[in-house]
C-alpha cells in the first residue's frame, strides 16, 4: 500500500521547470471517507488552477507540493479516488528535493488513512513522466 521509491524515474533528470507527477489510485468501500483525509492533509494549501501542457489542472498546492484529485474509473472499470502529487526541486539543487516530497506527502496521505479507520482495499502509485511547471 505504501510507495517507497524516492529516486528520479524520467529518461532525464528533473529541472527546475518541471514537476514531478506521482498518483496514488486509492480503492475503498467509502470514497468520500478517503477524500475528507485527503481535505484535511491539504486544508492548509491554497487553490490553484493552472494549465498544463495545454490542459486545465485544479488542485491545492503550498508553492513546492501540489495536490490534485478526482474520482476516476480505474482500468478494472471500478470507482477510485486518483490523487496525484506533483513535487518540485531538482535532487541536488533543492532540500529536501521532489523525490523525498513524494515520498513524505505519500506516507503522510497512507498514516492519516490508517489513523482515521478508513477501511482501504488498494492503492495503486503511478509514476507520470515529469510535466512542466505553471509556478
Known amino acids: 500500500m505504501r ?6 524515474w524520467g ?18 468501500p467509502d470514497l468520500d471517507a478517503a477524500e475528507q483525509v485527503l ?17 486545465p489542472m485544479v488542485g491545492e498546492s ?13 482500468r478494472r472499470g471500478r470507482r477510485v479516488l486518483s490523487v496525484q502529487f506533483l513535487a518540485a526541486g531538482p535532487v541536488g539543487q533543492a532540500v529536501p528535493h521532489a523525490f523525498d516530497r513524494l515520498g513524505s506527502a505519500s506516507a503522510e496521505l497512507v498514516d492519516q488513512l490508517q ?3 478508513v477501511r482501504i482495499e488498494e492503492i495503486r ?11
Open 3 to 8: 510507495w517507497h521509491k524516492r529516486v528520479e
Open 11 to 28: 529518461p532525464a533528470a528533473l529541472s527546475a521547470q518541471q514537476w514531478a507527477v506521482l498518483e496514488a489510485q486509492i480503492e475503498a
Open 39 to 55: 481535505d484535511d492533509l491539504t486544508g492548509f494549501m491554497d487553490p490553484f488552477r493552472a494549465d498544463v501542457e495545454g490542459r
Open 62 to 74: 503550498d508553492g513546492q507540493l501540489a495536490v490534485v484529485r478526482r474520482r476516476v474509473a480505474d
Open 115 to 117: 489513523a482515521e479507520g
Open 125 to 135: 502509485w503511478f509514476e507520470h513522466p515529469y510535466v512542466e511547471r505553471p509556478f
